[in-house]
């Protein structure tokens, strides 16, 4: 069958690290869940369960004053001054019951928000140590999904669905004993209904969860193509593609909608089935305890109170139904926070890891073989050596493994086989922060943050002055540029620097990397969007600022790495040559056809 272009269109896209989870509800998890309110045991915790137990003591309190005392005492034996006393103690009870129950929300409120935030900080800082690897393999959309929308579902289970269930489990607990004491034979009568709530509960939770679970699959595939969407909005409109995107939009918007409307259906469920087993327990009080009245062995204060305490046990009965489902949405919501916290890095620390002091810049790699699938190999057991205070130069076709090389310099990645050094020391046994402070990175796709343009500059090096920030910008020809800003190095730039050119980017890029005074300095492509003018301008500041510093530049650009005192030209994962530009233009070989071919393009343009 001929798929229609809608399908077309939603086959692009694969979302294949979020998974509806098939696992049986798991208290141990949701132990470790809880677990995140441990620092408020001593204070919070314990305040609001005090102000749980005052309320739940008064609410079982005041049916017994009204039905037993009040109704068969004070109105039957006409004691005007007991039923007086009454209305008082009642009305100081609703008082206290007030008072106690503004105070349980206050601070299970603050509980609440408390640990959501501990929750979020302590994903986020995870999420931060994790490899390369693991963002090779999920969208952006979907990492925020989890640290922001699956969260956000846990505040009300912490917020109320934790105090609750022990305040309903109370009220229960009292109502059950005073109901018994008062009449065993009505209560009997009344708890008949019980297993037919058992039964609505257990066969709706499965359901429940499981929809609960496919919701936050269909936001984090919404929220997936809108991070795309947004981020990739000018190549969408070069191929006049926003049909076909607002087509897909459509698609997972609805799966999205049809989702909430399944698990909102399924969950909504559960309240009225409480509300008609309640119907039918009132039924059973009425008719019941009135043939009991009429034997002699119930008072009407004791019906009456009855009648109360009927009322308040179906309320904790259907808000644990409530609590239950908060718990299943947090079951969906946490397997999915601790699939993330589970993740260890690829690239870790041994826990003897040596700290680097000053790096004098000597990089060997030594029979490197990697692979970044386990299927296609990027190197193939490279072996070179750059001396510290050169500049090497890493030429090549593109997927040589040129990136690859500097991926595993600044351990991005580790080698599957053989060893990367600098120094001498096996980048496996230094400590990640120590290596990380003395090399700089300038990829061609800069990324600039939202804040200003001091604030851009000095992102590796926060505690710079003024005046250092405006040097390095001066000295890779930023300066310039930044000046005619409107408000020079306080202009705020939005969001991936959009009011600022290609090249201008660059430029802040490269000022930043200066700026942080690395002993290391990688260069990807990073001169490929400056115009020819510009370059030059860099090169000449390059000669003074790289002396007595190892830099390792690549480029497709050849006539930007001629100064460079080594250049290894790279195939398919191997050197195929190496030496200065005088040396490999004398040799002839691959790198003397690259330069020839470069150099009759531009002169065919």
């Not at 429940?208 to 269909?218: A, F, G, N, P, Y």
Request: glycine share 6%.
């Amino acid at each position: 069958m001929k798929k229609t272009k809608n399908e077309n269109v939603l086959n692009r896209f694969q979302y294949s690290a979020d998974e509806v989870i098939e696992k049986p509800f798991n208290w141990k998890q949701m132990l470790r869940l809880f677990s995140y309110m441990k620092p408020y045991r001593k204070k919070l915790l314990p305040l609001s369960i005090i102000m749980v137990l005052i309320n739940t003591a008064v609410r079982l309190i005041i049916p017994i004053l009204i039905g037993v005392y009040t109704l068969d005492k004070a109105l039957i034996e006409k004691d005007g001054q007991l039923l007086a006393i009454l209305v008082s103690v009642i009305a100081v009870l609703y008082t206290i019951s007030y008072g106690a129950n503004y105070f349980r929300i206050k601070w299970m409120n603050m509980l609440g928000q408390s640990i959501i935030y501990d929750l979020r900080k302590h994903l986020f800082t995870h999420v931060q140590t994790l490899s390369h690897r693991f963002f090779d393999q999920r969208s952006a959309g979907s990492i925020l999904v989890r640290i922001m929308n699956d969260i956000n579902s846990l505040q009300e289970l912490f917020t109320n669905g934790v105090i609750n269930l022990l305040m309903d489990l109370i009220m229960l607990a009292g109502i059950f004993i005073i109901l018994f004491t008062l009449s065993p034979e009505l209560t009997l009568a009344i708890m008949v209904i019980l297993p037919i709530m058992f039964f609505i509960s257990t066969s709706l939770r499965r359901n429940i969860r499981r929809s609960w679970q496919t919701v936050r699959l269909k936001q984090s595939k919404l929220n997936s193509h809108l991070n795309e969407s947004i981020q990739g909005i000018r190549v969408t409109q070069s191929f006049t593609q926003e049909k076909e995107n607002m087509e897909f939009f459509d698609g997972v918007n609805t799966e999205n909608f049809e989702s909430w409307r399944i698990a909102s259906k399924k969950n909504a469920m559960f309240r009225p089935l409480v509300e008609l087993t309640n119907a039918f327990g009132t039924a059973v009080l009425i008719w019941f305890g009135a043939n009991l009245i009429q034997t002699g062995s119930i008072s009407i204060g004791v019906f009456v109170s009855f009648a109360f305490y009927l009322g308040m046990f179906w309320e904790p009965i259907s808000r644990l139904g409530m609590v239950y489902n908060q718990l299943l949405m947090g079951m969906a919501s946490s397997e999915r926070i601790f699939e993330f916290l589970d993740e260890k890095p690829i690239v870790s620390e041994r826990n003897n890891a040596v700290c680097l002091q000053e790096i004098k810049g000597q990089i060997e790699f030594e029979d490197v073989t990697f692979s970044y699938d386990k299927k296609r190999t990027a190197l193939n057991g490279v072996c070179l050596e750059i001396k510290a205070g050169q500049t090497a130069a890493l030429v090549g076709h593109t997927g040589s493994g040129k990136t690859t090389i500097a991926n595993l310099i600044s351990r991005f990645y580790d080698p599957s086989a053989g060893s990367v050094k600098i120094d001498g020391y096996d980048l496996k046994d230094v400590s990640l922060s120590s290596l990380r402070q003395q090399i700089s990175v300038v990829l061609q796709d800069t990324f600039i943050f939202s804040g200003t343009i001091f604030d851009n500059i000095r992102f590796g090096r926060p505690d710079a002055a003024d005046e250092e920030v405006m040097k390095a910008a001066k000295a890779v020809g930023a300066h310039e540029f930044i000046d005619k800003l409107p408000n020079g190095y306080e202009t705020e730039v939005e969001e991936r620097g959009n009011i600022l050119s290609v090249g201008e980017r660059q430029l802040l890029s490269f000022a930043r990397a200066l700026l942080a005074d690395p002993r290391i300095l990688i260069l990807d492509e990073a001169t490929a969007s400056i115009d020819t003018e510009t370059e030059v301008k860099i090169q000449q500041a390059l000669k003074t600022l790289l002396q007595g510093r190892t830099a390792i530049i690549i480029a497709h650009r050849l006539s930007t790495i001629r100064e460079s005192e080594q250049i290894f030209v790279m195939d398919h994962g191997n050197i195929l040559e190496q030496g200065n530009h005088e040396e490999l233009m004398n040799a002839k070989g691959e790198y003397y056809h690259l330069v020839k071919a470069q150099f009759n393009m531009l002169e065919a343009i």
